[in-house]
């Protein structure tokens, strides 16, 4: 996930006024373990210590959907069929990848956080691993609808990382509502983004996973894009899936990017 803190410029990301720290692990904040038979499409994304980066979600044999922010920190697999990475052969459950940012990406504050990672092989569809769909089209989710965000590790800040997955239900919040808070901080609202939380909400991702699914119903409406270092009262910001559908369309019928 992102953290962001106010009046500090990051040359590297070239956002002055703010400072945008990437964050190891994941933090969903009061959610609840993931029963092993739920959610069978969540990925971990990982370097090439095998340590955790990101999250990401398969969408077919052979593409992860993840964040595109998340190119930066070099991943080179993704971990597939558990929900505890303490327990990952590497065998079976290990696959390599090939990174397919989306081509406007630039900053998280631009918009355009998406990106496609093409296994090395296709994955077997069995009992512990299954894609999720997305979107067909552009989608329009209706504000104060409930979704659920998912990730791996700490599960208050300030806590301790756990390795099990973990999900909460959060409520979406709407656009103008949300452009308007983070107007407040001196950001325009990139477009093609859906935000979630605000009004102290209690459930949400923090210092947490990057490139994780929004999940509306049976679909994964939204990648975690970023937030404000934990504030109840700033919505949380993720990609809208449905604004790229023929892009990941185009990649898909490529197999390649």
């Not at 065998?91 to 081509?103: A, D, F, L, S």
């Not at 990672?117 to 512990?128: D, E």
């Not at 107007?183 to 325009?188: E, G, I, N, Y």
């Not at 119903?217 to 970023?226: E, H, L, N």
Request: proline share 4%.
């Amino acid at each position: 996930m992102l953290r962001i803190t106010l009046h500090v410029c990051h040359a590297s990301l070239i956002l002055c006024t703010w400072k945008i720290h990437t964050a190891h692990g994941t933090e969903i904040i009061n959610g609840k373990k993931v029963p092993d038979r739920l959610m069978l499409y969540v990925a971990s994304v990982q370097n090439n210590k095998g340590q955790h980066m990101c999250g990401g979600f398969l969408i077919s044999e052979d593409f992860v959907v993840t964040a595109a922010h998340c190119d930066k920190l070099n991943p080179i697999s993704v971990v597939l069929g558990t929900h505890n990475l303490e327990k990952v052969d590497d065998g079976t459950m290990r696959y390599n990848v090939t990174r397919c940012k989306h081509p406007d990406f630039n900053s998280v504050a631009s918009g355009n956080d998406i990106m496609l990672l093409k296994l090395s092989k296709k994955v077997q569809l069995n009992n512990k691993v299954q894609p999720i769909q997305i979107p067909k089209g552009e989608m329009k989710v209706k504000d104060k609808a409930k979704c659920r965000v998912v990730g791996w590790g700490y599960t208050r800040a300030g806590g301790k990382v756990s390795n099990v997955l973990e999900m909460a239900e959060v409520t979406l919040t709407n656009r103008k509502e949300c452009k308007t808070k983070w107007k407040s901080l001196k950001l325009d609202l990139p477009n093609n983004v859906i935000c979630a939380g605000g009004h102290n909400a209690k459930a949400g991702f923090c210092k947490g996973d990057s490139g994780g699914p929004l999940v509306c119903g049976a679909t994964a409406a939204g990648i975690v894009s970023f937030n404000r270092e934990c504030d109840p009262n700033i919505p949380n910001v993720y990609t809208d899936v449905s604004k790229y559908v023929s892009w990941i369309k185009k990649i898909r019928t490529q197999k390649q990017c």
